[in-house]
């Protein structure tokens, strides 16, 4: 079992997990529970990569955060490293789109989902969504859909050179 990054805990070996649902579970600073929910990859997560992500999903209450840096005591101030952190993720945010073919001042009275966004930006591009991606159009934002380019081997063959170009650039003047 390890835990590495930002909420989450992968196990070698899943026959204890249970037991460390527990423990989590069990947590509290001045008997005020810090877990607000674990989730279980499978419930949440769909799609051919879910392998990749952790086997548990921890969510802590308003107020603490989940680091993987250690400390002398397993609560302590937001500090990442020698910094004072200054803001962490949460369930609610922000979603501001902006362009020629965007509606200006409307409102979303649906909450959208964070795999939603993928979708929206590719189709803003011109570029079809991948069959791969999980989520959908947030296609009200939208005066109308834009239409999907077709590019050409010749359109990719010019990205492709101007990529290299960019990255022997970037290789001299590093």
């Known amino acids: 079992m390890f835990a590495y990054g930002y909420r989450g805990v992968y196990f070698n070996d899943i ?5 460390v649902k527990r423990i989590l579970l ?6 005020k529970r810090v877990i607000a929910k674990l989730y279980e990859r499978e419930k949440i997560l769909w799609g ?3 392998y990749r992500a952790p086997n548990l999903i921890l969510e802590p209450i308003e107020g603490y955060d ?3 840096l250690l400390y002398k005591e ?3 101030e937001p500090f990442e490293g020698e910094l004072k952190k200054s803001g962490t993720h949460n369930e609610t945010g922000i979603f501001i789109a902006y362009g020629c073919d965007i509606k200006q001042g409307l409102f979303l009275k649906e909450y959208i989902n964070t795999w939603d966004i993928a ?3 590719l189709i803003s591009c011109g570029i079809k969504s991948l069959k791969y991606l999980d989520g959908k159009i947030i296609s009200e934002i939208f005066k109308h859909i834009p239409s999907i380019k ?3 081997k010749r359109d990719y063959l010019s990205r492709e050179i101007v990529k290299a170009k960019i990255r022997r650039f ?4 590093n």
């Open 48 to 50: 051919p990569y879910v």
């Open 15 to 19: 026959s204890i997990k249970d037991y």
């Open 150 to 152: 077709r590019y050409t």
């Open 26 to 31: 069990s947590l509290r600073d001045n008997k």
């Open 74 to 76: 397993v609560f302590s």
């Open 119 to 121: 979708s929206t930006m």
């Open 66 to 68: 989940i680091s993987d």
């Open 170 to 173: 970037l290789r001299k003047n």
